[in-house]
């Protein structure tokens, strides 16, 4: 099979000593340590200054959001920290929060350690809903103005149209994943219209991997997903396991999430459609990155025959699931 590819990569200039000068043209003293961490879209970076303490730094992928997109997402972020909601907002240095150095666009951050929630543990789900009521309280007291909004078109159609157009699926699978997405995209569609969910601002992406937790509880990250969409986007991440055990997990979840945020019952139809949206989008984001070097170091399993017909048949499996009865608490 083939696909689109360029020899221009997002990040080949970006050399340790680019990403050292570039945190030292805004006033700090590094050590001369680096260590990359684990992000494949942006690059980020734990920085050891002279002090001996650490920051991370964050240096978006080139061409993605636009200055007015990434300042909206900092504006938010340290909108909940100024409410004291564990949010690691980026550091303001000379009332600037957004930098640039030689080209590339970059954030720091204070460094905060933890690690992920126990989601089988009901003390910490309620302590996750909690918060994420905290944040949702705020996130409805105003809207984006430059942020995406998370839609069908947006997760779905254009994914799929990605992936088609542009020759990943392989050609014996093509009939058939033109089916059974179609099929989806179109009762994904019909929920979203019968549910009319109410657009707030949300983490957008907040699956465990993006909270941390403390011996205090826990603390959101990397709000690069940041977008206008409805609440229950921001919890179903956190079920899993059976119908059953989903439904017990959301129950103990909205005990916390409704003490500070009301909560709309007919978005809990969005669950699975949302997850359905999930799998496509997550397929057409590695295609779109795949001439970046690192997704295929990283992900060395994708694009392959057995990869889609795997991808194939957990979307037969979820287009079922769209069928069952609403998940309930």
Not at 9 to 20: E, F, R, S, V
Not at 33 to 41: D, R, V
Not at 144 to 166: I, M
Not at 212 to 227: A, K
Request: aromatic share 12%; with cysteine; proline share 5%.
């Amino acid at each position: 099979m083939t696909h689109t590819s360029s020899t221009v990569q997002p990040y080949d200039n970006l050399t340790p000593d680019i990403i050292l000068d570039a945190i030292e043209s805004i006033g700090f003293e590094v050590s001369g340590s680096l260590f990359p961490l684990n992000s494949y879209e942006n690059r980020v970076y734990q920085i050891g200054l002279n002090d001996e303490s650490d920051l991370i730094a964050k240096f978006y992928r080139p061409h993605r959001w636009s200055d007015t997109m990434i300042l909206e997402e900092h504006a938010f972020s340290s909108e909940l920290a100024e409410n004291d909601i564990p949010v690691i907002a980026p550091i303001n240095t000379n009332n600037k929060s957004l930098f640039i150095y030689q080209g590339y666009r970059f954030a720091i951050f204070p460094k905060r350690g933890g690690r992920s929630p126990e989601l089988d543990n009901d003390e910490h789900l309620k302590w996750l809903g909690r918060f994420m009521g905290r944040i949702h309280a705020v996130g409805r007291t105003a809207r984006f103005q430059h942020r995406a909004t998370l839609t069908v078109k947006r997760l779905g159609y254009d994914s799929y149209h990605f992936l088609t157009e542009n020759n990943f699926i392989p050609d014996y699978l093509q009939h058939n994943y033109a089916l059974v997405v179609e099929e989806i995209l179109e009762k994904v569609g019909n929920r979203f219209e019968a549910c009319l969910a109410t657009n707030i601002r949300i983490h957008g992406d907040c699956h465990p991997g993006n909270i941390l937790w403390t011996p205090d509880g826990p603390h959101f990250v990397d709000l690069d997903d940041t977008m206008m969409g409805p609440a229950i986007q921001d919890l179903w991440m956190l079920l899993s396991g059976e119908r059953s055990l989903m439904e017990k997990q959301l129950q103990v979840i909205m005990e916390g999430y409704t003490m500070f945020s009301n909560f709309d019952s007919m978005e809990l139809s969005l669950i699975e459609p949302l997850r359905a949206l999930r799998q496509i989008n997550y397929s057409a984001w590695l295609a779109r990155r795949w001439d970046d070097p690192a997704f295929p170091l990283h992900f060395p399993w994708f694009n392959s025959p057995r990869y889609w017909e795997d991808h194939l048949n957990d979307l037969r499996q979820q287009n079922m699931l769209l069928d069952e009865r609403i998940i309930k608490y």
